[in-house]
């Protein structure tokens, strides 16, 4: 087992040791923010919400190709750099000039105040790497995850607009081989870092995790450390031992299996949404109002599911699809329905020593009907003030023969609204029966008042959400 | 669709774009310092409003790596940061008045060894009770200082005897600067008692003369100096003076350079926010919607010192009318004590709450009448001849209304796409869609009269290239860009050979704040006085030169013109030398080339007390006309598309312009939409980072948006024709505000006055509905 790992910065290989005493959750913006070099990454708030600090990394895939996804640097952990490729701003311009997407921000007047634009420069250099005459759509989409206090966006738009038409050919295509070629001259191996007050293991398989798990149970797992990271550039925690994940690639893969589709825990929720968007339109439509780009390139669907959060978004969709959880400990599988896993405030029956491997979803029936909505203050980038996710069966008669009405933020656990359920059961969905299933809720529901909504907001939006359900149905 | 046609002559990119995307701009928290740095930390108030009956904090001094822990007792000069009136400490002494007040500073090596001391000071507080709503406030009577009003005729008795009448009340929410970039100052100690001070300060002067009073020193011992702030709104106005002082503190007492960079959501806990108003109105109008009278109360919450809020109230009570011409009008201004941070400047300065006030106002008389929301502002607007003196007695002059208002009804297509909007609404059941314009008038100036100077510092070197020294600072808003043509254009010569300088008090002294939208207007004129004052100097002296033999018809100084890189005869397009040729020339005979320009704005002044004068140069004037989709089931708005016509005058830059106006509009319309904050009922922020303090991203604006610049509108007596941008384009948003009510009216048909506030966050919106269904 390693005890030092190695990335691409600058044209060359970085080793760190774990000798060299730096915390392994030191974050990548730590890192390079405190190089006379790379001053250019911003620090706007180190939650993974302002995009100041976006960088890019690259991977190679089996063929030799780089792939280059945007992440916010302050909540990357240094190690989970390991074998990667990481882009700064500085790295993009051409030894004469400017990148194109430099260029297109210099003439649209893309900058004001400048603080913004690094990051923002960052997410349009892996758009035009990896989207040619992209879209509106795919434009704003790419740049949620970058706030801009000054310009209003629109020249950043016409920038991006402007900028991602070369197919993502630039003067770093010419060199892929090369960095490639880098990349794995890196050993993939495991690795352990062991620093005064912290050890940090990145196993390179799922049996090495799970026999780290075994003895460490008191290890934090962390799949992109999107949440995790917040405990470390918010609250200040020290971290003593941590089981990174993010390194195994048998926990990414995503798999149709034609009746039903697999999704691996250590899929980032990016690769979720694409291989979610045919089968499971509801999934991908709550994804594609999850975070940013950034967030998604980084967070996994196992983090989502381990958080167990009230106001995770995955519940509730994982509901309405009746999805399997599928758990492994050392010499053990078990599989889990989503709807008994959760048991309660942030609490689910994993053990300690089992990690989440992935989630199974049985494709649901034609005559299913599966939709998911996301209720908060901006649409984009924020957490769920309410959400719900339903699904909708009936029989021949136009009755309703199963539902599911499941919602978050409305209880200290993703719940159904069980009364309203059992009301419609066998009735015709009709406005009338729906209405009747509103005056319900408060049976089921009795939601918090806090710094995103207050309760009766909370009510009258799950209510609602319902009847959204049945006029988005009628079409 | 942007346009700036008739404008194209001053496209020129950001002086600091091609840093800007290359990460090569430099901030001050990016600043070179040797290994001797220390990080400071600030330890700040836990209670809203509580006595300090002791502390310790010997354990903290204690700490491994620390190398300086303060209280107020250790500050040498003056404990007080109010930059009017002196009502605010540095650091708290026996009595905290707010949740993150700062009471005490730490200077360590690292950002952990700060933590740790934090850890082990002792402090042990008497909580009292606190004031943490307006209502609360205006309950008790917590005035700040004497109420103001201003008055004309008898509203009272006008809005008696007018044939329709309504009162209501509107509350206009606070709002959090969100500069990208923290407040952050960096200090470097010189010899004796210099000290060097790196700010991210709008007003670098006033920074330098409280770190001197603070440290109880000379201001000539203190350089302050501003490269460029990465965002500021009004929030780096009086509020970076607080993170410089304590920087500052920490330098001198450990001896070392020390950086405080606050940590976002200390940002957002510590720093004041725009002010929060409550105002309490009564109108009368006629049938056609024409105002009679109006009286208005306006109640802001100035948060626990007085900062700027007495010039905030003034210019909200200054902008009630708007583009309003109201015959009788009562407006009186109450500015009260809370137990929350101080609140300050933000784009706008009161404008924005002063004109929602009026806008809801017209909103409600169309729709009790059932007029056109947009015909009945027209109605009202000042005239050209006649209806067109303020309340507070200036005449609207050169007033553009009628020009912005035809435009821009046919540019937007305003009446037929009111008219689909209400065919959409009657077909759809959960959606409803709803359009409003608004116009902005905006005094431009200083309303403390005196403060409308600028001065400038000008330096030609004997290579040609020239260095322009300003007051004015840059925060993104292009100014030093604009200075740089300005100088290039009276100079004759290329922008490249015109570097503008880091703002330093060292080179301007005394300067005012870069605010009131006015940077360059004023600094642009102290620009052009320099550059007069050296191309006299330079003319005189070479005018023999070109000369030469030709002594029977002398070059005279008068003809001498400075274009094309070039200085030359007018008369004689032969004589000529290179700007850069002759600088050295200059040199061997003796001529001085270093310049200060000076500018005051001429012809204003009023008397605040009264009420009555011109307190402003001129008018800025827009409008906007913007439509908006609502989720009657969500609450979420959608806004569709937002058009938008603006007077910058002759612009200096139109790229920068309509950057500037596109960028207030959204500012504005996080203002009017999504930027809520929230206290807990003990003063703490409960909306204390990005997480839960919502600015627009880039899915927040309208889905398409249309910006032009109205041309053939030189505005005289200012810098090459122009005017101001910056503040006023903030309170187009308005529109956006208003085409919400709009859409939610139609829930009723537009037979119910909604209820509404500002923010329209969707919560707002979800209750108002519950509201409309359940009358
Ligand atoms: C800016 C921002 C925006 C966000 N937006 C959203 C949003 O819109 N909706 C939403 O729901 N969430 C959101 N989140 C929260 C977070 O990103 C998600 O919950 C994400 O899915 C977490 O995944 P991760 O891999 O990063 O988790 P990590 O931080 O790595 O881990 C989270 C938790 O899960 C555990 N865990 C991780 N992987 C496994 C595994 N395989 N088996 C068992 N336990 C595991 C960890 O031990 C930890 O307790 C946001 C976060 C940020 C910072
Ligand atoms: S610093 Fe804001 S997202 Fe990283
Ligand atoms: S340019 Fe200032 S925040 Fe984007």
């Not at chain 1, 310009?151 to 607009?161: D, E, N, R, S």
Request: aromatic share 6%; hydrophobic share 40%; net charge neutral.
């Amino acid at each position: 087992m390693k005890s030092s790992f190695s990335f691409i910065l600058d044209g060359t290989v970085v080793t760190i040791d774990a000798e060299s005493g730096l915390p392994p959750t030191t974050t990548v913006l730590e890192y390079l923010r405190a190089s006379a070099a790379h001053k250019g990454v911003k620090e706007g708030c180190a939650e993974g919400d302002c995009g100041a600090c976006t960088v890019v990394l690259g991977s190679a895939d089996a063929s030799g190709r780089i792939s280059y996804a945007a992440v916010d640097s302050c909540l990357v952990f240094l190690p989970m750099l390991h074998g990667k490729e990481l882009v700064t701003v500085e790295n993009i311009a051409p030894d004469t000039g400017l990148h194109p997407v430099q260029e297109a921000m210099v003439a649209t007047g893309g900058s004001q105040c400048g603080f913004c634009t690094p990051g923002f420069i960052m997410s349009l250099f892996a758009l035009s790497k990896n989207h040619d005459h992209p879209s509106r759509e795919v434009i704003d989409d790419a740049l949620t995850g970058n706030l801009c206090r000054c310009t209003g966006y629109q020249p950043i738009i016409a920038a991006a607009a402007a900028s991602c038409v070369h197919g993502g050919r630039d003067h770093f295509s010419a060199g892929e081989e090369r960095v490639a070629a880098m990349l794995r001259s890196i050993p993939q191996g495991s690795i352990c870092l062991r620093t005064e007050h912290q050890v940090y293991h990145r196993p390179a398989s799922l049996g090495e995790a799970l026999s780290l798990l075994h003895q460490h149970q008191d290890a934090i797992v962390i799949g992109g450390a999107s949440d995790i990271g917040l405990r470390v550039t918010k609250r200040h925690e020290l971290l003593a031992s941590i089981i990174d994940i993010s390194g195994i690639g048998e926990l990414k893969a995503c798999a149709d299996q034609g009746t039903f589709a697999e999704f691996g825990a250590g899929a980032s929720l990016s690769a979720v949404e694409e291989s979610a968007r045919a089968a499971f339109p509801a999934l991908a439509a709550m994804l594609s109002v999850f975070g940013s780009r950034q967030i998604r390139n980084v967070a996994t669907l196992g983090g989502n599911l381990g958080t167990a959060s009230p106001i995770g978004d995955m519940l509730p969709v994982l509901f309405a699809y009746d999805a399997v959880i599928l758990l492994e400990g050392m010499n053990r599988r078990r599989e889990i329905p989503v709807r008994e896993f959760i048991v309660g405030y942030r609490k689910t029956l994993r053990r300690p020593d089992e990690l989440i491997t992935g989630v199974r979803i049985a494709k649901p029936g034609p005559d299913a009907a599966v939709r998911s909505y996301k209720v908060s203050k901006r649409k984009d980038l924020d957490i769920s003030t309410v959400s719900g996710a339903f699904r909708l069966e009936r029989d021949a008669a136009g009755r309703v023969s199963s539902i599911v009405l499941a919602y978050g933020g409305m209880a200290e656990r993703t719940k159904r609204a069980a009364a309203a359920e059992e009301f419609l059961l066998g009735k015709p969905w009709d406005r009338s029966s729906v209405e009747g299933a509103m005056a319900l809720m408060s049976k089921d529901f009795t939601p918090i008042s806090d710094a995103r909504a207050g309760a009766e907001m909370r009510s009258v939006a799950a209510r609602n959400l319902l009847l959204k359900f049945w006029n988005d149905t009628q079409r | 669709m942007t346009g700036a046609a008739g404008h194209t002559t001053n496209v020129v990119p950001h002086e600091s774009a091609a840093k800007h995307v290359t990460g090569e701009a430099v901030y001050v928290d990016d600043i070179l310092v040797s290994g001797e740095l220390l990080v400071g930390r600030v330890v700040t108030s836990p209670h809203a409003h509580a006595k300090i009956l002791s502390f310790d904090l010997g354990a903290a001094r204690a700490v491994p790596g620390v190398h300086a822990v303060l209280s107020s007792r250790d500050i040498p000069g003056v404990n007080d940061m109010g930059p009017v009136v002196h009502d605010e400490v540095c650091l708290a002494a026996d009595r905290v008045f707010c949740v993150g007040q700062a009471v005490f500073l730490i200077a360590a090596e690292s950002a952990e060894q700060c933590r740790a001391a934090e850890r082990l000071i002792h402090v042990v507080y008497e909580p009292l009770a606190p004031i943490l709503t307006l209502a609360d406030a205006i309950a008790q009577g917590t005035l700040l200082g004497p109420p103001a009003s201003i008055v004309r005729g008898d509203a009272a008795s006008a809005i008696r005897k007018a044939p329709h009448r309504f009162s209501g009340e509107l509350e206009t929410g606070a709002q959090e600067h969100w500069y990208l970039e923290s407040q952050v100052a960096l200090c470097v100690p010189g010899e004796g008692k210099e000290l060097q001070v790196y700010s991210s300060s709008q007003h670098p002067s006033e920074t330098q003369a409280l770190v001197a009073s603070v440290l109880g020193i000379g201001k000539h011992d203190v350089v302050v100096e501003v490269r460029r702030m990465g965002g500021a709104f009004g929030g780096k106005e009086t509020q970076a003076n607080h993170t410089a002082c304590w920087t500052a503190l920490l330098a001198r007492a450990s001896g070392r350079p020390v950086k405080i960079r606050l940590f976002r959501d200390d940002d957002m806990i510590m720093t004041g926010k725009r002010h929060r108003f409550l105002s309490r109105y009564e109108a009368g109008f006629d049938d056609r919607g024409m105002l009679l009278g109006l009286s208005a109360e306006l109640h802001c919450d100035g948060g626990c010192a007085t900062d700027l809020t007495f010039a905030i109230l003034q210019r909200a009570m200054l902008h009630i009318d708007n583009t309003y011409f109201i015959p009788d009008i009562t407006v009186v201004g109450k500015a009260y004590r809370t137990n929350l941070p101080s609140n300050t400047a933000f784009r706008g300065f009161g404008g924005p709450q002063g004109m929602a006030v009026v806008e809801q106002v017209i909103d409600r008389v169309a729709r009790t009448l059932g007029l056109d929301a947009a015909e009945v502002r027209r109605r009202n607007f000042y005239g050209t001849d006649s209806r067109n003196v303020t309340h507070y007695g200036q005449t609207v002059e050169r007033n553009h209304l009628p020009l912005l208002f035809d435009r821009l009804t046919a540019s937007s297509g305003y009446a037929k796409r009111r008219a689909d909007a209400g065919i959409f609404n009657a077909s759809h059941e959960f959606v409803k869609r709803g359009i409003a314009l608004t116009p902005v008038k905006f005094g431009i100036s200083f309303t403390t009269s005196f403060l409308n100077q600028a001065g400038a510092l000008v330096l030609i070197y004997k290579d040609g290239t020239i260095l322009v020294n300003h007051g004015g600072t840059e925060m993104g808003q292009g100014l030093h860009t604009k200075m740089q043509q300005i100088a290039a254009r009276e100079f004759g010569v290329s922008l490249d050979r015109v570097k503008v300088n880091a703002t330093n008090t060292a080179k301007v002294p005394n300067t005012s704040a870069t605010a009131a939208s006015a940077g360059s207007d004023l600094n642009g004129m102290a620009v052009k006085n320099a550059a007069d004052i050296l191309k006299a100097r330079i003319a005189e002296a070479i005018a023999p030169v070109l000369t030469g033999g030709n002594t029977s018809d002398p070059t005279r100084p008068e003809d001498i013109l400075f274009e094309k890189n070039s200085i030359v005869d007018g008369r004689h397009a032969g004589r000529s030398i290179s700007f850069a040729d002759a600088m050295p020339v200059m040199q061997r005979l003796q001529v001085s080339l270093s310049a200060s320009g000076f500018y005051k704005t001429p012809g204003i002044g009023w008397d605040s007390v009264k009420g009555t004068g011109k307190p402003f140069f001129y008018f800025a004037f827009g409008m906007a006309v913007t439509e908006a989709e609502l989720d009657l089931l969500t609450g979420r708005h959608t806004i569709l598309r937002a058009d938008i016509l603006y007077d910058v005058g002759e612009s200096l830059n139109p790229q920068i312009d309509l950057g500037q106006i596109e960028g207030g509009f959204v500012q504005g319309l996080g203002w009017c939409t999504t930027e809520e904050i929230k206290w807990d009922d003990k003063g703490n922020l409960l909306t204390h980072s990005p997480d839960t303090y919502k600015i627009p991203s880039v899915q927040d604006i309208p889905r398409e948006f249309y910006t032009a610049l109205l041309d053939n509108v030189p505005n005289p007596g200012t810098i090459h024709s122009s005017k101001a941008v910056a503040e006023p384009p903030f309170m187009l948003a308005l529109s956006a505000w208003l085409a919400i009510k709009d859409a939610l009216s139609a829930a009723s048909n537009h037979t119910k006055e909604p209820e509404f506030s500002l923010p329209a966050t969707n919560e707002v919106i979800l209750l108002s509905l519950e509201k409309l269904k359940a009358r």
